[in-house]
């Protein structure tokens, strides 16, 4: 099959997806909800919060303090890379590792926001400077990448339980395989670069050290 006819396919492919994308995206804001409920009703103590981000961002905010914007932005677009490639790997489990994942990154968002929330600063803040710029792109992917490999367990799923004919998944793998290369990939890679020539310099500006792990 020819490239254009393969290009083709990808917006059909997310049509049949449309509820997958549903069920991903009320997932990961079911996280960011339940970590920000759950900060604000019971603050952690932040040292924990931020041993968590540490552990998280911190290897790869030592490496980027001493490279230039390319290579601050293709180490980003590794990291989301490797992260959207689990997701998508991770189905083979019958979707519950990329469910599990979609949820945790989601309360992690929720508990930072929560943090934020109680230094101080607005949420709304937050988000406008310290999410959306890149997350406009990185989420997005992020949950296609998660719908991908949900989609891909519950087919194998079906499979196993005869439910799925062996052409049919071979149409899925090949689907979820197309998508990750047309969308997932080029969403992460837009992402990475705003992240690392906005977001960054926005945060500094409005918030300051608030962010620390940033």
């Not at 604000?40 to 303090?65: C, I, N, T, Y």
């Not at 499979?159 to 969403?187: F, K, N």
């Amino acid at each position: 099959m020819r490239a254009p006819a393969l290009l083709a396919r990808v917006p059909r492919v997310l049509r049949a997806c449309r509820r997958y994308i549903f069920f991903t995206s009320i997932l990961f804001i079911t996280g960011v909800v339940f970590g920000y409920l759950a900060f604000r009703r019971h603050p952690v103590d932040s040292s924990w919060l931020f041993f968590l981000l540490d552990r998280k961002f911190g290897p790869m905010s030592e490496a980027m303090s001493s490279m230039n914007v390319t290579g601050m932005a293709g180490l980003v677009f590794w990291n989301n890379l490797k992260a959207a490639a689990l997701l998508v790997a991770g189905g083979v489990a019958f979707g519950v590792l990329p469910m599990v994942m979609v949820f945790l990154n989601g309360l992690l968002v929720g508990l930072v926001s929560g943090d934020v929330a109680r230094q101080g600063f607005g949420l709304f803040p937050f988000i406008l400077v310290g999410v959306l710029p890149h997350g406009m792109f990185e989420i997005p992917g992020y949950i296609i990448g998660g719908t991908l490999g949900i989609r891909l367990g519950f087919n194998i799923l079906g499979y196993e339980r005869g439910r799925q004919h062996g052409r049919g998944m071979r149409a899925v793998i090949l689907d979820t395989l197309l998508v990750l290369a047309a969308v997932v990939v080029p969403l992460l890679m837009v992402g990475s670069l705003v992240e690392v020539m906005v977001t960054r310099h926005l945060v500094e500006w409005v918030m300051g050290n608030a962010l620390r792990w940033h």
